[in-house]
C-alpha cells in the first residue's frame, strides 16, 4: 500500500467542529493519533493529540502542521484552493483538489454530475439581473436561487415563485455569482455516505432518508422509504461520482427522491467531500462507522464492512434540544453524543442521539 500510515502515525484534519471531533476519536480507536487545525478552538480541541490555532493562509503554520502529520483530510468543504495546494505540495490531502474544487461551486459541480450522465436540477448561471431574467424564462417559477459558493444549511439561497421578485431576490444573495435551480418537486430526500480507498475500493451505507427543519438536519431514518433497484441506484450513482473525482475518503451525495406516477427517479442536489451529519447513526448502527471508514481510506488501509445492525433512527439535538440530555441518559436504546459546546444557541448543534432497532 502506498503511503499507508500506522497505528501510532499522526493524521492531520483541518477543522474542529463536531465532524472533526467524532473523526479523531475513531482514529484514536484504531491506534491513530489527531492533529487539528483550525483558526478558532472548537468541540475536535477536546480529543485531540495536537491543535494548531491559525489562519487558512498562515503559511508557517500550514508547514509545521503539514511536517507533523502523514495526511492531510479536512471536516468541511470551503477548504481554500491555495490552502489545499500548500498542503498538497508537503503531505498527501485526502479528499484531493478536484473534490474541493468541484464541490465548493455549485455550477461547477452541477455541470460535473451532468457530464458523467447524473440527473440534477435544472439550472442556469446568474452573474447579473439581466441573466436571472434570462435564466427565469428558461426554467420557468418556482425557482431557486443559491450563490456558487459558500451556502450551506439554506444559507445564501432564496426560493422565486413571482416574476415580480426577481430584482430583491438578486439582492437577497448579495448580487453574487449564483445559480437558478428549477424546483424539484421531491417526494422524500435521501444521501447517499459511501467511501473510497486509495486502491479504488467503494462501500456504501445503506440510503438515509433525512427531513430538515429550518434548513438543518433534524432526523435521519434508515433503511429510506425507497425501492430496492432505486437504492442501488442512487448507491452506484455515489460510487461513479467518486470514481470519476479520483477520490480517496468518505463521500456524500445529497439527493431528491421523486416520484413519477409510481415510478421513482433520483435527482442529485450536491456533493458533499467529507463525513455527514446524516451518516452520524454509523457510529451506533453499523460495523464500521462513516468517520473509522475515512480513517481508514485516508490512511490508505482497507475500508471496513458499512453493514447496518438494525433499522436506524438518529435525531439532532439543536439549540435548545441539546439541555434534554439528561432526560435522554435515562432512555433505554438511546445512544447519546454530545459534542461537548458550552452554549446552546439557536440552530447550533449540540448532540445526537441513535436509536438501532434489530430487525427480525
Ligand atoms: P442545499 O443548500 O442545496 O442543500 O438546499 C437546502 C435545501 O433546500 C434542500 O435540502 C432542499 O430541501 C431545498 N432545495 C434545494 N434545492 C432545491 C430544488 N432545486 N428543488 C427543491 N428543493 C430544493
Sequence with gaps: MTHALKPGDMI??????????MIAMAAARLGLRTHIYCPDPGPA????????????EDEAA??????SV??????????????????AARRPVRPGARALATSQDRFVEKTFLNDIGIATAPFAAVDSLDDLHAAVTRLGLPAILKTRRFGYDGKGQVMIRDERDLAQAFDAVGAAPSILEGFVPFAREVSVIGARGLDGSFAAFDVCENEHEDHILAHTMVPARIGAETARAAMDMAGRIAAALDYVGVITVEMFLVEDGGAERIVVNEIAPRVHNSGHWTIDGAVTSQFEQHVRAICGWPLGSPRRHGRIEMRNLIGQQGNG??????EPGVCLHLYGKHEARAGRKMGHWTKVTPEG
Design 325 to 330: 440530555w439528561e432526560a435522554l441518559l435515562r
Design 12 to 21: 492531520g484534519v483541518l477543522g474542529s467542529g463536531q465532524l472533526g471531533r
Design 62 to 67: 500550514l508547514a509545521s502542521f503539514a511536517d
Design 70 to 87: 502523514g495526511v492531510v483530510s479536512y471536516e468541511f468543504e470551503n477548504v481554500p484552493a491555495k490552502t489545499a495546494a500548500f498542503l
Design 45 to 56: 480541541f477536546d480529543v485531540c493529540a495536537l491543535h494548531t490555532i491559525a489562519a487558512y
